[in-house]
């Protein structure tokens, strides 16, 4: 068996690990995995699962291996060129973890068992699948799309009504998918357990209750399944994957964790770096902190103590260690990169840190609702959209799509969550689009992610508009631990300091002058100085809020 399916893998020219191109001839695979129309299969290592996603469910021995299966052409792409070839230096060359095997008595080459089997099914399948044509992408998507709406209308009330009488063909669809409805998140809260479905399919496994952080105080309540947890643990490994993370490294996570765990000074050691990696990679050791409860001058004792190969954490909470700890050769020898998550990463703070500590940053961008959305590019500041798992749309005022280097709302399809199908969800956030990256990949792509509606800037014409706040400048004119504007009406602005000492009436000129220079209107600033800013739910720190018809405001993540 084992021979047979390597025969299979030559035959389709699957080049050996790094995989540095796409397969251009494409065969599909039959889903075995009930309202997920798209292909997948499992097997005995290296597995064919699931892109678009499908999942192949083979008759299981034993032993872990896969019984007769056979693979069929599903689809009418299959046997076309689907993908424009990368560069040469496209696809980063990783050095392959080693495999974590589930089978006594084999070590090498090990076999994770038909858990990790399925994630390197996807994972086999996402190799590929980044650089098929964008249009390519849509089409997929779109047909995995038509099984979501009629899952929708028959077993989620919610959508039961909302669909009734539509013709669910034909909003599958590129022109009719834009005629559905928008869901806002004031429809979720309203909405409750009307959007829960009723009935899953048994393959999808279990329910489990995702709730957002709640910046605003209103978190929205969803559903998800085992499914939905798969894609989030391969989405994980992709961006490992592109980034080329040796994952025999030590990974030190500061953010927020359950109380008690990870807790000053000492923090936890965990013997790997998660359940994402875990399920079929060995990994050297991990490191957590906890975010809430730790101070900065803590975490900066702590890192250097744990001396981590690879760092996560908040942007606003990276720019903090950064000021507190100076240049990291002499703090941090070992750490090569540091990955960003759950705030919007300002240009200026990429900056300033990159060149402080003179390595990389990479950021994420997810949510808990939607999960993994989009991650930063290997070869570029490109954000890529994961488009094997949700459709993104950014929209202007007037609900059409903007064009590259235009910033607009987000809207947030997912694909393959049956336990509350968001489809068309206005999830919050304004974003740039970007051009078609360089690195050849032909998933969308986002330049920025530029905040939430809730930190958009109003002029006293009304205009609204994205604030800079130049946290760097600020340093030049006083240590600065911690600063947020808050607009309080259209002619003033609350700035909130946390300081060493109290500014002189130069430094506050100055520092007014620079509030002044990047908000680009002459507002009132009144300086508050605080003991300290609290971050708000789930960690989260905001550098400029509006107390601006709070009403508007969008969900959390």
């Not at 790997?272 to 803590?298: E, K, R, Y």
């Not at 070869?379 to 235009?406: I, R």
Request: hydrophobic share 40%.
């Amino acid at each position: 068996m084992i021979c047979c399916w390597r025969a299979a893998f030559w035959q389709w020219r699957m080049p050996s690990w790094p995989w540095r191109a796409p397969v251009p001839i494409v065969p599909a695979c039959r889903s075995r995995k009930r309202s997920i129309s798209c292909s997948a299969r499992r097997t005995p290592a290296m597995t064919v699962m699931l892109w678009r996603p499908c999942f192949m469910s083979p008759k299981i021995g034993r032993n872990g291996f896969p019984g007769r299966c056979r693979i069929t052409v599903a689809h009418k792409h299959a046997g076309r060129v689907l993908s424009r070839p990368p560069p040469a230096s496209g696809a980063p060359v990783v050095k392959m973890p080693m495999i974590r095997s589930r089978v006594p008595g084999l070590i090498w080459p090990g076999l994770p068992g038909p858990y990790g089997d399925a994630h390197l099914a996807l994972l086999w399948q996402l190799e590929r699948s980044q650089w098929w044509r964008a249009d390519v992408l849509h089409a997929h998507q779109l047909r995995q799309l038509a099984v979501v709406l009629a899952h929708a209308a028959k077993n989620v009330p919610f959508y039961r009504a909302k669909l009734a009488g539509m013709d669910l063909a034909a909003c599958a669809t590129s022109e009719g998918w834009a005629g559905l409805p928008i869901l806002t998140r004031s429809d979720i809260q309203a909405a409750g357990a009307q959007l829960r479905a009723e009935a899953i399919p048994r393959e999808h496994g279990r329910f489990h209750e995702i709730q957002t952080s709640g910046s605003t105080g209103k978190p929205i309540r969803a559903f998800g399944s085992d499914i939905t947890s798969f894609f989030w643990n391969v989405l994980t490994l992709r961006g490992h994957l592109w980034h080329k993370h040796d994952f025999s490294g030590k990974l030190a996570s500061i953010r927020v964790f359950d109380e008690g765990v990870g807790s000053p000074p000492k923090g936890m050691s965990v013997p790997a770096w998660g359940h994402a990696t875990d399920v079929a990679w060995i990994t050297g050791p991990g490191a957590l902190l906890n975010l809430a409860t730790a101070s900065v001058s803590q975490q900066a004792e702590w890192l250097q103590r744990e001396a981590p190969d690879y760092l996560l954490t908040h942007p606003s909470n990276l720019a903090a260690l950064v000021r507190e700890m100076g240049p990291r050769p002499a703090v941090l020898p070992n750490l090569r990169e540091v990955w960003t998550i759950a705030e919007s990463l300002d240009a200026n703070v990429r900056r300033f840190v990159e060149e402080e500590w003179q390595l990389r940053v990479v950021d994420t961008y997810s949510s808990r609702e939607c999960g993994y959305l989009a991650t930063q590019c290997p070869m570029s500041d490109h954000y890529h959209v994961h488009s094997e798992s949700v459709l993104v749309e950014v929209l202007d005022d007037a609900g059409q799509p903007v064009k590259p280097g235009e910033v607009g709302r987000v809207l947030i399809s997912t694909l393959h969550n049956y336990a509350t199908p968001l489809l068309r969800y206005e999830i919050g956030d304004y974003a740039e689009v970007g051009a078609p990256c360089p690195c050849g990949r032909g998933l969308p792509t986002l330049s920025r992610i530029v905040g939430r509606q809730r930190n958009m800037l109003t002029l006293p014409d009304g205009e609204k508009r994205w604030p800079r706040c130049g946290y760097d400048q600020f340093m030049d004119i006083v240590p600065v631990r911690q600063l947020r504007l808050v607009q309080r009406s259209l002619h003033t602005i609350d700035a909130e300091i946390v300081t060493e000492r109290p500014l002189t009436e130069s430094e506050s000129a100055a520092l007014v002058g620079i509030i002044h220079e990047a908000l680009g209107h002459p507002f009132e600033i009144r300086l508050d100085y605080v003991a300290e800013i609290p971050r708000g739910p789930g960690g989260k720190f905001e550098e400029f809020l509006s107390a601006i018809d709070r009403a508007s405001e969008s969900t959390e993540t």
